[in-house]
């Protein structure tokens, strides 16, 4: 019925305030973070990345696994906690390891997760080496968010090369870990030890 009305009611000026106000809630539900819904949710968390220099909540980590990064598809969106022009859509994985009782993160960024002063990053030059460019024509196409977005100035030290050698292997977190993707700092917690 919904979709029914909308097709024949195409301005919004037209529209019934209730369906305005139900469209306007479903709205803000897709764009507000889900660290609130996570808050009252029964799924107790296991443990969280508390963002420093923020006032922002802390994001709890619920299951074993988390996905990082400005893409869609992530749980933990670090757009909601501020700029940096050295994040990726799918930046990193924080995952649980049942197996050895350990939290692990995997970097998928080019740009690399710093952990403890550990820089974790990708071999670009293998992978360089194995895909070779397939795209034809201008290299120089602009981006979808345009140029300037990538312009607008963040925190990074200018002297942060993506090619930069890191270690390519998960790093091990633990209990009071500092976590750095591109400008952006959390400290990662671990509920047993914060809960007692």
Do not use: W
Not at 33 to 57: D, E, H, Y
Not at 107 to 117: A, F, L, R
């Amino acid at each position: 019925q919904l979709q029914d009305y909308l097709i024949t009611h195409t301005e919004v000026e037209n529209l019934d305030q209730t369906v305005l106000k139900y469209l306007a809630a479903k709205q803000i539900q897709k764009i507000l973070p889900t660290r609130i819904t996570q808050l009252q949710s029964n799924v107790k968390a296991r443990a969280s990345l508390t963002p420093i220099g923020s006032r922002k909540q802390p994001f709890y980590m619920q299951y074993r696994t988390v996905d990082i990064g400005i893409g869609a598809d992530t749980q933990l969106n670090l757009r909601d906690f501020g700029h940096c022009n050295m994040l990726s859509d799918r930046h990193a994985t924080l995952f649980y390891d049942e197996l050895s009782g350990q939290y692990e993160m995997l970097n998928y960024s080019v740009h690399g997760t710093m952990v403890d002063e550990c820089m974790y990053s990708l071999d670009i030059a293998c992978v360089a080496q194995r895909y070779k460019k397939r795209v034809k024509g201008n290299p120089d196409l602009a981006v979808m968010a345009g140029p300037a977005a990538s312009l607008t100035p963040c925190y990074c030290s200018s002297s942060l090369d993506p090619s930069s050698e890191g270690f390519e292997g998960s790093a091990l977190l633990h209990h009071g870990s500092r976590v750095k993707f591109g400008c952006l700092e959390f400290v990662f917690s671990v509920a047993s030890v914060m809960h007692g």
